[in-house]
């Protein structure tokens, strides 16, 4: 659990609690949708994965040194953070926020290799259930405990007291055990990287599935890439009722939607679950336009966010195995970083484009001295947005349905070897 703790905690900082203290500044809502690419790092942490694997820190263990490494630097770079002051630092917040996401995926791989050689086989059922509820535990303290705490302290102390936490984690890892198993590191870097590559790409119709990873997740991400500004900048609630109502309702409909997709999953299989699910988190992004229709209206609120969120459970439920399903256990470890490194690329892209569909014009704010390329768009204010949304969920659906028999294969095909 305090893997998954250390793993989760960093998250919402330079993302969603991040966008929060944004939002009650000056801010405009193209400039905090340009400061969604910072979460760009989680979609290819796979680029540095083979070296994490390769190398090790002479000290605490192949695995351990490096998690507290990189626990300590999240907790510099936060701190550091904590000291910016909006809206006139935001070159230097974007490239903080930037490198804290670094170190929180680089941080995300060494974890997850430590819990494969950690846990026995008959563990892991609990370890993963562990980590799952170590993980959202910290996204709530960095979430809406944050948001709550912000309206007491103010948010340097805030983000100052999440540095302080995660300086914690390093400490917990001094003494975390050492795996049991010795595992030898790869002999060089072309066995790290060419065998996993070599055996995914080779087999029969995967780019095909490749891009279904891509679009699953696709509509759910774009939908809540301005999340936080949505409800504070587009519908009035407060920082403080965010974090109180939002961000909680946010984390327990996703507990009981990835527990009752769980339990689906074993009556409907990986096809049904994957089109079901599919569906759901679409039409989820319908009550949002409700919400942008209805303004400041909490039952409203607690109906878009509580489903939303559930059938956002539900999907990643689904999703999650249908990862799993796709990695040969030979070589599972670089493979499922290049497959979550693909279903994440929707949220780590669609926010700038998300705050120009919103309030139109053009898609290059002035962001100190940070320069991206201009693209002029529609103004499509919040309903017609998250309608937008729904679509754009729908595509990854129809390519289940003409890719099935190749999806309902996974579920008998050895986990050795796949030939999907």
Same mark, same amino acid.
């Given at each position: ?6 793993? @989760? ?22 400039? &905090? ?27 605490? !263990? ?12 999240? =907790? ?11 809206? !006139? ?19 995300? &791989?060494? &974890? ?31 979430? =809406? ?18 540095? =302080?936490?995660? /300086? ?65 900048? !587009? ?33 409907? !299989? ?31 609120? &607690?109906? +878009? ?8 459970? %539900? ?10 399903? %796709? ?9 499922? +970083? ?29 962001? @100190? /001295?940070?320069?991206? @390329?201009?693209?002029? %768009? ?36 050895? =986990?050795?070897?796949?030939? +999907?």
């Amino acid at each position: 659990m305090t893997t998954g703790f250390a793993s @989760g905690l960093p998250f919402n900082l330079p993302q969603g609690t991040l966008q929060s203290w944004l939002s009650t500044t000056s801010v405009d809502l193209k400039t &905090i949708g340009i400061f969604t690419l910072v979460a760009i790092p989680y979609s290819i942490k796979w680029l540095w994965a083979p070296l994490l694997d390769r190398y090790a820190v002479p000290l605490l !263990g192949r695995r351990r040194g490096w998690m507290a490494l990189f626990q300590l630097a999240i =907790a510099l770079l936060v701190a550091v953070l904590a000291l910016r002051h909006p809206p !006139g630092d935001l070159t230097a917040i974007f490239v903080l926020s930037m490198g804290i996401v670094v170190l929180s995926a680089s941080q995300d &791989i060494v &974890i997850d290799a430590y819990r494969t050689d950690l846990l026995r086989a008959s563990e892991r059922g609990a370890g993963a259930t562990a980590v799952q509820l170590g993980w959202r535990a910290a996204t709530y303290v960095s979430g =809406a405990f944050a948001l709550v705490l912000s309206g007491w302290v103010g948010w340097q102390a805030t983000y100052l007291t999440m540095a =302080a936490l995660m /300086a914690l984690m390093a400490l917990a890892t001094v003494f975390a055990p050492e795996p049991e198993r010795v595992v030898a590191p790869p002999r060089t870097l072309k066995d790290a990287v060419l065998l996993p590559l070599g055996e995914l790409f080779a087999r029969r119709g995967v780019r095909t599935l490749l891009v279904l990873v891509v679009l699953y997740k696709f509509g759910d991400a774009f939908a809540l890439s301005l999340w936080s500004a949505f409800l504070i900048k !587009g519908v009035g609630f407060s920082p403080q009722e965010v974090g109180e109502v939002a961000k909680v309702l946010a984390i327990v409909a996703t507990i009981a939607g990835t527990v009752v997709g769980g339990m689906l999953f074993g009556r409907l !299989g990986l096809y049904r679950s994957l089109v079901l699910f599919g569906l759901a988190q679409s039409v989820s992004n319908l009550l949002y336009s409700w919400l942008a229709h209805a303004g400041h209206d909490f039952p409203v609120m &607690i109906i +878009a966010v509580g489903f939303d969120y559930f059938a956002g459970g %539900l999907g990643a439920a689904a999703f999650g195995a249908f990862l799993m399903a %796709l990695c040969d256990l030979r070589y599972s470890a670089f493979q499922f +970083a290049i497959l979550s490194s693909l279903g994440a690329l929707g949220r780590s892209w669609l926010g700038p484009l998300a705050g120009a569909l919103v309030e139109g014009g053009t898609l290059h704010p002035h962001l @100190g /001295a940070l320069a991206l @390329g201009t693209l002029t %768009l529609p103004a499509l204010g919040w309903q017609r947005f998250f309608l937008l949304t729904t679509l754009s969920g729908l595509p990854a659906v129809l390519l289940l349905v003409l890719v099935r028999e190749r999806v309902r294969a996974l579920d008998a095909t050895p =986990a050795t070897s796949p030939t +999907a």
